[in-house]
């Protein structure tokens, strides 16, 4: 893996293990209400931010074409299926500020990156709610048997974008505070009836 690849994820790992600690898999996979509960959080969190970051011409030229790697589609579709209409549902409004390539770019590596930890779950999904990709779990499916293919193609397009020592530490602060305004934003949930 390139040098820089290497020291972002050294200079996120922090994050990601306190971010994996606060979202309780035990409790959000105890129940279907609890899980539909997460996922309305989520869509919270990815409906305003992909739609800020797609209308940035940056992630179009990101890995292969921008629209396949908006999970918001996803998401709706997931909370349909479990009985929940998504518009009604509260969206985050202190999102990381995405106004440049650099930024966006460290914004999608967080998003991108959650598909890896998504493999797991999505089996963890299936063997303790019985729920599968088609009825409520394509967001942790994601690409599913192309998520390595996926994540190679962002991590070089990630890695050709990031020549410049400004460039780099722009997108590892947009992915710091990617992380940050998430954990912010699922905190914030907590204690609230699942819907
Ligand atoms: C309980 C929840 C989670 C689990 C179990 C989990 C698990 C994983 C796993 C297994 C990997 C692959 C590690 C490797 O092969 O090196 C990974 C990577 C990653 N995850 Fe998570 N994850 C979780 C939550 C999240 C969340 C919520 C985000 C962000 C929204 C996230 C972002 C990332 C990123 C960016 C990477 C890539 C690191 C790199 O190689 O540069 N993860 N995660």
Redesign the pocket.
């Known amino acids: 893996?390139c040098v820089f690849?290497?020291r972002?994820?050294r200079e996120?790992?922090p994050q990601?293990a306190a971010?994996?600690?606060?979202?309780?898999?035990r409790r959000?996979l105890g129940s279907r209400a609890a899980y539909t509960g997460h996922l309305a959080r989520?869509y919270g969190f990815y409906q305003p931010l992909e739609e800020a970051l797609w209308g940035n011409g940056a992630v179009r030229e990101a890995g292969s074409a921008g629209g396949e790697r908006r999970k918001t589609p996803s998401l709706l579709g997931d909370l349909r299926a479990l009985g929940i209409e998504p518009h009604a549902l509260p969206l985050c409004n202190t999102l990381p500020p995405v106004p440049d390539e650099a930024r966006a770019l460290g914004c999608l590596?967080?998003?991108?990156?959650?598909?890896?930890?998504?493999?797991?779950?999505t089996r963890l999904v299936r063997e303790r709610l019985g729920v599968g990709p088609e009825d409520g779990g394509a967001f942790f499916y994601g690409y599913g048997e192309k998520t390595g293919v996926m994540?190679d193609s962002f991590?070089a397009a990630l890695e050709t974008f990031a020549r410049s020592p400004e460039r780099q530490e722009a997108v590892i602060g947009s992915?710091r505070a990617?992380?940050g305004a998430?954990g912010t934003w699922?905190a914030s949930g907590e204690g609230r009836a699942d819907v």
């Open positions: 893996m690849l290497l972002l994820k996120t790992s990601h971010i994996e600690r606060q979202i309780d898999l959000v989520l590596y967080v998003l991108e990156g959650a598909s890896l930890g998504g493999q797991v779950i994540w991590r992915a990617t992380f998430l699922l």
